[in-house]
């Protein structure tokens, strides 16, 4: 006689079984999305009211944030003069990118959106005197830094660099095998994206002609468009920032230092005006960094 | 007796097949490669001398092509008066992208790369008459039309409903079928890549309409986009906007560039009266699904 029946060789318990670890695994997966929302739940309340948390991966050794957009969110924070506390941490936004913010109890992601949202809530217009032409042309500039020079500096630095330079530019938060890792995947990205399908000689020669349309733009300008500030000056600045501080030995370090000189005395021209305390938003030489160490 | 040794249980007799099967293969992938060198080299010889071979991937229904890029390159050709013929096929560049062209034995590919090679190697500047400023600015535009707005394109036609994007392709139904099927796949990573994927719809809508305002009120009451003369960058901006009023049916893209920015509009009839007179022989005839003879909407 049959101990028990069987439905194609599987027995009525290894069914049970297998039935009962899905529906295991299931529990555990909505368990554990509850659990991750109480935590969220829990964060938000701890933070103060009507101050901006912005989220974002560590100070870097030589610049604030070797990424440009969180870089160009607290630009714009501080030309606007909103109050802002810094939570530094890897924590993606629900986007999977950085920077995201949280302001009174309500995420938000992306840089610009996160700036969208602000204006909207507190009536904040950083580009009030600009006419409708000038907003049309500053809005073509940030695609243009943000959506297409942004993945010169992404081949550049994490695939022909592999990622080398990342682990000293972040004082070791990166390490080199973390850097080696994200390599491999930014490469298949930039190729889906359309600028990694190209050899390196032609990225370079679309990185020159970015360049050159900022510095002709630009001109002998103190700002994008005069002597004002405007919002669009914290993304170009976000981005030639990372091309001065944390790309070491790059074509683009070359081009912004010594082959267009207007974009890097406007570069020190904005972090003069609204990183005062750049100093201070370094690491410090216990933690890998160059703060209070004299700028070559 | 063993018949014959073995290593880990495989025969010296399957170890010899193993490694003339692998032989095989890797001397069939060597005589297909060259055997596509041959087709090339064969291919090229039959082109017209100082001729730009086109290649493109078929007439539309309603627009001699459905992407933007081939439609920008076929423009500009006819903007510079550079003699030029279409070899219309699916097959895509080696970067596998369209359009990608020929020109006197050599291939180049990108369509923007394609314009700066006819441009040096022919001396033509459809941007002469611009200033610097106006260049700087115009380059700007031509990024946040192919690299921003398109992806806009692509998401609203490929990450959602495609009944719209099956009602504009130009081939037979299966091939329509399967074709969108594969392109909807890659596209769909490529948008999650560039970041465009990442959106809702309702971020996105917000971002279409940022982008066609921007164009709008910078093109304002001009012929074209610099002036009363075309350049370069209008073939650019015509592709791109020609597809939102022809082949996105529907879309948001469609309704504010009928709608919303009439200029846009207007500036699209424009550039197709002047340097596409024969529009309606460049899209599909009735009998192979397209409008060709029928009066527009």
Not at 167 to 183: D, K, L, N
Not at 185 to 209: D, F, N, S, W
């Amino acid at each position: 006689m049959a101990s028990s029946s069987s439905f194609f060789g599987v027995t009525e318990c290894n069914l049970l079984c297998v039935g009962g670890l899905v529906a295991g695994l299931a529990l555990a997966a909505v368990a554990f999305k509850r659990y991750q929302k109480y935590k969220d739940d829990q964060r938000r309340q701890t933070y103060p009211k009507d101050t901006v948390v912005l989220h974002q991966i560590g100070r870097g050794k030589y610049i604030p944030s070797i990424s440009p957009f969180p870089l160009k969110l607290e630009t714009y924070l501080r030309m606007a003069k909103i109050p802002y506390i810094n939570e530094h941490a890897h924590t993606m936004s629900s986007k999977g990118k950085t920077p995201w913010m949280t302001y009174n109890g309500e995420d938000v992601d992306d840089s610009q959106m996160c700036i969208d949202f602000l204006n909207k809530k507190l009536g904040v217009d950083m580009n009030k005197h600009l006419s409708l032409e000038q907003k049309s042309i500053g809005h073509a500039f940030r695609i243009l830094v943000e959506d297409h020079l942004y993945w010169t500096g992404v081949l550049q630095r994490w695939v022909y660099d592999k990622g080398a330079h990342v682990p000293e530019a972040s004082g070791g938060r990166v390490t080199p095998f973390q850097a080696r890792m994200i390599s491999r995947k930014i490469g298949p990205q930039a190729y889906m994206q359309g600028l990694g399908r190209h050899t390196q000689e032609e990225v370079m020669c679309i990185l020159r002609k970015d360049v050159e349309a900022l510095s002709c733009f630009l001109g002998q300008k103190k700002f994008l468009f005069g002597d004002d500030p405007c919002e669009y000056d914290c993304s170009i600045f976000g981005l030639l920032a990372q091309a001065l501080w944390s790309m070491p030995g790059s074509p683009h370090e070359v081009m912004a230092k010594k082959e267009f000189p207007n974009l890097k005395d406007y570069v020190y021209r904005v972090r003069e005006t609204f990183w005062p305390d750049w100093n201070e938003c370094i690491l410090e030489p216990e933690q890998g960094g160059t703060r209070g160490k004299k700028e070559k």
